[in-house]
């Protein structure tokens, strides 16, 4: 703790008061959204596991089928099979604020499978790479939405602490101790110029005593 | 706008190219920063993948993007070869800026 340099002035104390009134509200309002983020993160942490589980299967499932693919059919051929497919994906996007975040919603239809390909030169490899990666697009856009929510959420959890941790480890403290020593000194300075003025009367009641 | 796009290696953007996904290939920082920012800046797709090495060639990059919460949506893949790259998971994201650690049965030591 340390206590600001600032003049023990009446006005002073004031605009102090008004300082640290504001600095408790900012700290009651940041430690809400604290918790609202804290929840928040807590409630996805298991929507996190799961879908990072399904998409380590989904992408073991899609590559595997890929390398023997590509082991059976050639890189070139299936690099030039591969380039003439086109599919048209459905993604909508839309903002929800959490706690003054913007965290994105991605809502996606992947196209549906049908083959893209001549059949002479390929084989059912194909076909199920084809459908292993359209279903593991449908989980890469699950995660999309997430590793940007999480990554988001989790960013404004440390800058919120980070600004929770100031105001009630230094400000607050710092404010509290200037007010006191204002109120100490203003409360000397009052007490000072009360026995002076108690010692003026008692001077001025001798003087007239005397006349 | 294309739905979806991804930066990385050949083989595994022919993998991707079998959803429909088109992509550009980088193997080197350069080529990744270049492909990274093109992307961006001209908004050819809602949802970017990178692959987990190319990630972590433009992770800098890829920070400050996501800090405007702006499409593309940057999510990151493997490769098909596994390349294994260090990097934080989401849980331990989480954790982190919770400060507790929720442990599942599994982890809980006995």
């Known amino acids: 703790m340390a206590r600001l340099n600032i003049a023990p002035t009446k006005s002073n104390q004031l605009n102090l008061r008004r300082d640290l009134d504001m600095a408790t509200e900012g ?20 929507r996190v596991r799961r879908t990072q589980q399904r998409l380590i299967e989904a992408e073991e499932k899609a590559y595997t089928t890929l390398r023997k693919a590509i082991a059976h059919n050639g890189y070139h ?12 994906h459905e993604v909508r ?28 030169g390929t084989d059912s ?13 449908v989980v890469v856009s699950e995660m999309a939405q997430i590793e940007t929510a999480v990554w988001l959420l989790a960013r404004e959890l440390k800058r919120t602490q980070r600004r929770v941790n100031a105001l009630e480890q230094i400000f607050i403290p710092d404010f509290d101790e200037t007010l006191h020593y204002i109120s100490d000194v203003l409360e000397s300075k009052e007490l000072e ?16 005593r005397i006349d | 706008m294309a739905s979806f796009s991804i930066i990385g290696d050949e083989d595994t953007i022919v993998g991707y190219r079998f959803a429909g996904v ?7 920082p350069e080529q990744a920063l270049e492909a990274f920012r093109a992307a961006v ?12 090495p190319v990630a972590d060639m433009i992770r800098e990059e890829v920070l400050q993007h996501r800090v405007g919460a702006q499409p593309p949506y940057v999510v990151v893949v493997g490769d098909i070869w596994k390349t294994p790259v260090e990097r934080p998971s989401l849980v331990d994201m989480i954790n982190e800026a919770v400060g507790i650690r929720i442990m599942t049965d599994t982890e809980m030591p006995e």
């Open chain 2, 41 to 52: 800046r001209e908004h050819t797709c809602q949802v970017l993948l990178l692959t987990a």
């Open chain 1, 27 to 46: 700290f009651n309002l940041l430690d809400q959204k604290r918790e609202i983020l804290v929840m928040e993160l807590m409630r996805m942490l298991d």
């Open chain 1, 125 to 137: 490899l194909v076909d199920q790479t084809m459908l292993d990666f359209l279903e593991l697009l």
């Open chain 1, 93 to 120: 996007t839309h903002t929800r604020v959490t706690a003054g975040v913007r965290v994105p919603e991605i809502t996606v239809k992947a196209g549906e499978f049908a083959s893209r390909f001549g059949f002479s």
């Open chain 2, 22 to 28: 088109p992509g550009t290939a980088a193997d080197t």
């Open chain 1, 77 to 88: 051929r299936m690099r030039n099979v591969a380039s003439g497919i086109s599919y048209e």
């Open chain 1, 193 to 208: 110029s009360f026995f002076v003025m108690k010692l003026v009367k008692k001077r001025l009641a001798a003087k007239h």
